[in-house]
């Protein structure tokens, strides 16, 4: 068996990140709406924008949700269990000959990338590979995480050879995982109940523009349905989370909780496209959908923890990373309409050269 990981082998884990005390609720969100992958207006526009939205929320929504978990997310310690369990199986896996190690880099609160990747440079690894915590892909998270873990690589002129998983909306372990924690919820659930496959909405116009995210989240549901091999199981999908003016995608989770009370059955909500437990799914969902669920008069509320450190889903992010060094490159999963899927873009250009 040839070894797929040989040397030094960083593996950098990338998520989202949360504020970790009061005082950083604001900073965290004015990272995020700074971002020109969350709001694609020019600069000084976006600054604007990123100031009044993150000093409105830090006061209002955003403070009373973490309010709720301590003021401060539990994303960080989620993420670095999963480091550890990742790393751990990989030491112990027969196509591994060399070191390798976990890191984990925030988009938008410590650690940051450009911490990370100073950490990363301190290990001296032959070669990255970089490992989104986002099954399926979006221009809004895992290409802005790319971006950043780039843009700190250069700054500090770590150069290194580094492969790029872009997502694993199929991924074995992920969906085994899913389906192992939905038959125990389901086995405890009313006979009448409906599961939710809630996702994080995105505004349609990025959909539009070619992003595969909600193309990918729908496969991803319905792979764990299929595998789930319940017949007459009554599910939808349904996205949360939706914030400002613009139109989202649909349906929202709360249009689907009003179905829910016109159809007559109860709820049992899986956040499909989330892998650890934070505020959309510690607050957002077990709190505040439960209560909007109770005010409907939905007849019956639950919710399925994410994945975590399943080991399932531990064991499927072993395979990608294993794939990835072997491959690696991504193969291309969305078809040709979703034009900002990285692979389809890569494809392209290498047509283009061949031409």
């Not at 938008?108 to 990363?120: F, K, Q, S």
């Not at 034009?339 to 031409?355: D, E, F, Q, V």
Request: glycine content about 6%; proline content about 6%; charged content about 20%.
């Amino acid at each position: 068996m040839t070894a797929a990981l040989q040397g030094r082998t960083a593996i950098v884990l990338l998520n989202l990140g949360g504020p970790d005390r009061q005082e950083s609720i604001r900073p965290f969100l004015y990272n995020f709406f700074m971002d020109k992958n969350i709001i694609a207006a020019p600069l000084p526009i976006r600054w604007m924008l990123a100031q009044f939205i993150s000093l409105t929320r830090s006061r209002g929504a955003a403070l009373d949700s973490y309010r709720e978990l301590g003021y401060r997310s539990p994303l960080l310690e989620n993420t670095q269990a999963q480091a550890q369990a990742l790393q751990a199986l990989l030491q112990q896996h027969g196509q591994v000959t060399g070191e390798v190690k976990c890191f984990v880099s925030m988009r938008y609160w410590h650690p940051l990338a450009i911490e990370t990747a100073r950490e990363v440079q301190a290990f001296k690894p032959d070669q990255i590979i970089l490992l989104p915590l986002y099954p399926q892909f979006s221009t809004t998270t895992v290409r802005s995480s790319l971006q950043s873990w780039h843009q700190a690589t250069k700054q500090i002129g770590l150069n290194v050879p580094s492969v790029e998983i872009c997502c694993y909306p199929y991924n074995h372990g992920f969906i085994n995982a899913s389906v192992k924690l939905l038959q125990e919820a389901l086995d405890k659930a009313p006979a009448n109940t409906r599961v939710l496959f809630s996702a994080h909405g995105l505004p349609e116009k990025i959909i539009k523009e070619g992003d595969p995210y909600q193309w990918q989240c729908e496969e991803t549901a319905q792979a764990i349905v299929t595998a789930l091999n319940r017949p007459g199981l009554d599910w939808q999908i349904c996205y949360q989370s939706r914030v400002g003016p613009l139109k989202w995608i649909g349906p929202s989770t709360e249009e689907a909780l009003e179905k829910a009370v016109k159809d007559g059955v109860g709820v049992l909500v899986y956040p499909h496209a989330f892998v650890s437990e934070h505020v959309e799914t510690l607050v957002e969902i077990e709190l505040e959908y439960r209560e909007k669920a109770h005010e409907m008069g939905v007849v019956w509320f639950g919710r399925v923890p994410t994945v975590s450190n399943h080991p399932d889903f531990i064991e499927g992010l072993a395979h990608e990373v294993l794939a990835i060094a072997d491959k690696r490159h991504c193969e291309q999963l969305c078809p040709a309409k979703w034009t900002k899927c990285p692979c389809a873009i890569r494809n392209k250009m290498a047509g283009k050269k061949a031409a």
